[in-house]
Nanobody, 125 residues
Framework: QLRLVESGGGLVQPGGYLRLSCAAS????????IGWFRQAPGKEREGLSC????????NSADSREGRFTISRDNAKNTIYLKMNSLQPEDTAVYYC??????????????????WGQGTQVTVSS
């Protein structure tokens, strides 16, 4: 059974950083594109960054201003999202998602088939 489990969320002060992990099981990670998304209360889910199956292509939302970096370790079946200079507006539940790999990964949540349960990130002093 294909499963994604996010971890690494928590409470962080403004200006701080976190590294989220997305552990995959039940499938070969290299055959799937992985995306990171987030959803704040009362807002739509938004795409942050994605990486294709081989890890050779990434795509990130312009609004991230280079603060978020996605990477993958297929040997560990894990995808990471490093987030720097976190601000209160980054507070949300963060999700990873998977879809059978394509040439270019997508930042549209509707493109993805499999989802994790999410991890809460709270940025507050």
């Amino acid at each position: 059974q294909l499963r994604l489990v996010e971890s690494g969320g928590g409470l962080v002060q403004p200006g701080g950083y976190l590294r989220l992990s997305c552990a995959a099981s039940g499938f070969v990670l290299a055959a799937y594109d992985i995306g990171w998304f987030r959803q704040a209360p009362g807002k739509e889910r938004e795409g942050l960054s994605c990486i294709n199956g081989s890890g050779g292509t990434t795509n990130s939302a312009d609004s991230r201003e280079g603060r978020f970096t996605i990477s993958r370790d297929n040997a560990k079946n894990t995808i990471y999202l490093k987030m720097n200079s976190l601000q209160p507006e980054d507070t949300a539940v963060y999700y990873c998602a998977a879809i059978w790999t394509r040439t270019t990964c997508s930042l549209l949540s509707s493109s993805y088939t499999y989802w994790g349960q999410g991890t809460q990130v709270t940025v507050s002093s």
